[in-house]
């Protein structure tokens, strides 16, 4: 199995959960809240996001609200998303940076005819890359 990446939004993953679905089609396949966990009841508050499971371009990326603490930190990695082609990804590319911040420009580069990353609006880092042809 390929590892999947698990994201602590820190109080802010429904949130997120809900962008991804407009921004990347992703889909929630599990959503799971601290009010729904066996007895004793995890402390903080019941309504927030214990676990959940996303489904995305064929893969899944898991996310919870951790403590809750409100300061999600994403340092040191970039999650990767492949475009079926320059449209789709200057699609996906446009949805992720809204609230964000672009960190190189979607374009052709040597090694991709469209590539780029940013860091979407809750401090993730994304590259979205169309492969070459051949």
């Avoid at 966990?37 to 995890?42: F, G, L, N, S, T």
């Avoid at 999650?79 to 320059?86: G, P, R, V």
């Avoid at 880092?125 to 051949?134: D, F, K, T, Y």
């Amino acid at each position: 199995m390929p590892p999947t990446p698990y994201l602590f939004f820190d109080g802010r993953c429904e949130e997120a959960a809900e962008f991804y679905k407009k921004a990347i089609d992703a889909e929630i396949g599990l959503l799971m809240r601290f009010k729904d966990a066996p007895d004793p009841k995890p402390p903080g508050d019941p309504n927030k996001v214990m676990h959940a499971a996303l489904r995305v371009a064929g893969g899944e990326i898991m996310m919870s609200d951790g403590y809750a603490k409100g300061n999600p930190e994403f340092k040191g990695f970039s999650l990767s998303l492949t475009a079926k082609d320059e449209a789709d990804a200057t699609r996906m590319f446009d949805a992720l940076a809204e609230g964000g911040s672009v960190t190189m420009p979607l374009g052709p580069t040597f090694f991709s005819p469209c590539f780029g990353m940013l860091t979407d609006r809750f401090g993730v880092g994304w590259m979205i890359i169309v492969q070459p042809a051949g």
